[in-house]
């Protein structure tokens, strides 16, 4: 069983900052596949950015250029950098991670942007 904990969640102004983290209770030097999704009000779980086979990174059209993701294989912790956040990235942000061809799952962090 792996468990993966975000934080670094909040309310934060249009055009502010926040970085997320997400720690895993395994090392995540080998794993391929692992990101963040969100779930704004309302709607479904999207994918918002993520790493892929290959080290390469992967971005929503609505983040790309405002986002970047990155990772610390030492400390098991990939984290999500958003800058000018805007009211529409107004959701709960889940960290993910596949080991071994299992989806694992955090609890979700909040981030409310405010006009």
């Known amino acids: 069983q792996v468990h993966l904990v975000e934080s670094g969640g909040g309310l934060v102004q249009a055009g502010g900052s926040l970085r997320l983290s997400c720690a895993a209770s395994?090392?995540?030097?080998?794993?391929?596949?692992m990101g963040w999704y969100r779930q704004p009000p309302g709607k479904q779980r999207e994918l918002v950015a993520g790493f892929t086979s290959g080290n390469s990174t992967h971005y929503a059209d609505s983040v790309k250029g405002r986002f970047t993701i990155s990772r610390d294989n030492a400390k098991n912790t990939v984290y999500l950098q958003m800058n000018s956040l805007k009211p529409e990235d107004t959701a709960v942000y889940y960290c993910?991670?596949?080991?071994?061809?299992?989806?694992?799952w955090g609890q979700g962090t909040q981030v409310t942007v405010s006009s």
């Open positions: 993910y991670a596949v080991y071994i061809g299992y989806y694992y």
């Open positions: 395994a090392p995540i030097f080998s794993v391929n596949f």
